[in-house]
């Protein structure tokens, strides 16, 4: 091992003396070897010599085997009794070689034992993240579904409702929309994979930032300073709105983060465009950034290991691939960094067509279908109760056991949409499936990923936590709109007393 250095303690001056004889009449090539008289137990100074810092090849010589073993226990590379090992060359050799090799040995199962705690923290976040995610899921949904709600009574009003208080909506729906796809990211899916139920639409990247930028400024410090550089005539992007403002918000947040603790806080967001791309660059003077290479910024072991970085920029860079864009990181300097997302420009027969918009189909007001929903979590239910009632007759049921009394009683629902999760309303999904293979067609589950298994494959679903516009298309798409079509008429509901 050329340039290197071999410690080797001894019991007495009369083995220190006879070593150094073999070490210099047999030499090693560019090695250099320290012999040590020791005064205490040998075990005791060999922790001394690691405590010193000294990790390379470490042998002990010691008078017995009882010594020699301890010495080993103490975190020696190799070690001797002098009642087995002759000094002479070959001993010598005998004893360097040997030291050298498990020396070896020792650092790589230290790597191996450093990677597997490294992994085992990034287990620990993915149990982490994934009960968060689960957490949030009931909240979301109900909020999703309240601020729908919300939106459709402002329409009622016209003119009346405030513009602004229309304003304020839009933003909150946004932000609750980037937040439940975050939370179904993080724990029910590949970071970044886009759902199916997501229909791109023209998104001015303009207003989802401003309206970013409005929702953050309560949070963002005083002194921080926001400059915003728009490109004029900026093409607007052909993406799902939703899982654009995610990978922003996401890119704003981490930039704000950075910022804290700098005395003066600067946040440059630009926006330009080209004959391809879109692009948006985030830029900060936040703090200093850990020595990473840029080209494993994104990995999940390098991030999550900062908090500047963490996993909501790699759910970032996913949205954008899956998008067909990238999310690159320009540079780390010592204070602050910039990071450049982009998204593909809509070709020629992509832009939005001139004249007016068609308008979604009416109504059939003359005769309401019938819904039953099944949703454990109060909340939701109460939300879905208030979504569907305008449009559809419903029957809610917080238990599988209030569904089948409902169906008991003679209910024919055109649509049931019932959770999936685990316990009871599972339990209901596959007692339905049996019981009443006829109302299967009927069927749409709302679940996560982890819900979706073989038991359960043709069945539609729609995954938690629910977007409203994706289950009032999917409800009509799927069972009001092929009864229209074919004149059917809906079963009559059966009057049922209060409480189910």
Known sequence: MPGSRIVVLVPDVATRDAVRALASSHPVEGLHASVIVTHD?????????????????????AHNDAGALRALAAGADEAFSLLDLKLDGRGWRRLIERAELKHEMRQEAAQRLASLSELEKLCALGRLVSGVADELTGPLQSAQVALEVLKRELALHGTQAPQ??????AEVGETCQAIAQVARDLGLRELGQPDAEERPEFVDLRDTLDGILRLFARGAAKHTHIERDYAEDLPEVMAPRGRVAQALVSLVSNALANLRGASVQRLRIQLRADDAVVTVTVTDNGQARPALSLDHYFEPGASAAHAAGGLELVAARGVMRALGGDLLVESLRGSGATFVAWLPRPKQHELRPSGTVRKPDAVDRERKRSVLVLEPDRRVLGALSHLLRERYEI???????????????????????????????????EWLLIAHPELTRRLLITS??????????????????????????????????????????????PRVAKGG
């Open 41 to 61: 137990e040998l075990d005791v100074a060999v922790r001394d010599t690691r405590r010193s810092l000294f990790q390379g090849p470490l042998a002990v010589l």
């Open 164 to 169: 602004r208080a229309q304003e304020v909506l």
């Open 395 to 429: 029957l809610l049921a917080q238990t599988g056991q209030e569904a089948r009394g409902l169906l008991a009683d003679g209910a024919r629902p055109d649509a049931i949409v019932s959770a999936c999760d685990e316990g009871d309303s599972r339990q209901f999904v």
């Open 448 to 493: 996560d990923l982890e819900a979706a298994d073989d038991a359960l494959l043709g069945l539609p679903w729609l995954e938690k936590p629910l977007e409203p516009a994706a289950l009032m298309r999917a409800i009509e798409a799927r069972f009001v709109a092929p009864l229209r079509k074919t004149g059917a008429s809906s079963p009559r509901l």
